[in-house]
């Protein structure tokens, strides 16, 4: 079956670096994505990787995978007060749009 | 350009009653997908339809149901509510129903079942 695991909180200094973690179980994900969601709103897709490449850089935004370990993680670099939302991974493994989604990892940021 | 639309923005109902959430797609787009997202919980799947044909179901009871539009909108609906039904429903358009087609998300309608 299809779980995704995250860590629930994370706290970063302003102008550090923050890394998010995911574990997936299926190993048959195709898609492994990190939306942000901010208090009040939809979900943003931020990122999203495809399950033969390793790592995804996109300005602030680095994604790695380690697809022996069923791990992903996100880098944010620089991180800023606007950064504070909560992260959630989510793959997808299934011939059309099923996106299973974490629990979510709420990053705060201290200035 | 207008995205993702969802109304109402927020609803109230009792235990037993029935439910109808109305969900705009992005222009061009033919796909939407139904999403809930219990407080302190990732969203989870509920429907996709595709081109007013349901693609795929989630792990939900049968007094959720779905359907898609000629003009592409969607209307979520669940009878009979329970308590357990209070969450945030978000709904996401794409282009198709591929799944690496990127999904838009809605500001999701806000459901308290007292």
């Known amino acids: 079956g299809e779980d995704v695991e995250q860590s629930l909180f994370l706290s970063v200094r302003e102008g550090d670096s923050s890394v998010i973690n995911c574990t997936y179980t299926d190993s048959s994900s195709t898609y492994l994505y990190w939306y942000k969601q901010e208090p009040g709103a939809g979900l943003q897709l931020l990122t999203y990787i495809f399950s033969n490449m390793d790592m995804k850089q996109d300005q602030r935004l680095t994604v790695l995978l380690n697809k022996k370990d069923k791990h992903l993680s996100l880098r944010i670099a620089d991180t800023q007060t606007g950064d504070s939302a909560i992260y959630f991974c989510?793959?997808?493994?299934?011939?059309?749009?099923?996106?299973?989604f974490g629990t979510g990892t709420k990053l705060q940021v201290i200035p | 350009d207008a995205g993702v639309t969802q109304s109402p923005t927020h609803l109230i109902k009792t235990r037993g009653q029935h439910v109808t959430l109305r969900c705009s797609p992005i222009s061009g787009h033919k796909s939407v997908s139904w999403y809930q997202q219990v407080l302190g919980q990732g969203p989870q799947f509920i429907f996709q339809y595709y081109e007013k044909e349901e693609r795929g179901r989630g792990n939900f009871p049968d007094r959720f149901s779905a359907r898609q539009f000629p003009n592409y909108s969607s209307e979520l609906n669940v009878n009979a509510l329970l308590l357990g039904d209070s969450a945030l429903y978000l709904c996401?358009?794409?282009?198709?129903?591929?799944?690496?087609?990127?999904?838009?998300f809605g500001p999701g309608t806000r459901l308290t079942v007292l």
């Open positions: 996401a358009s794409s282009l198709s129903a591929r799944a690496g087609d990127t999904q838009y």
């Open positions: 989510a793959e997808n493994s299934g011939g059309y749009q099923k996106v299973t």
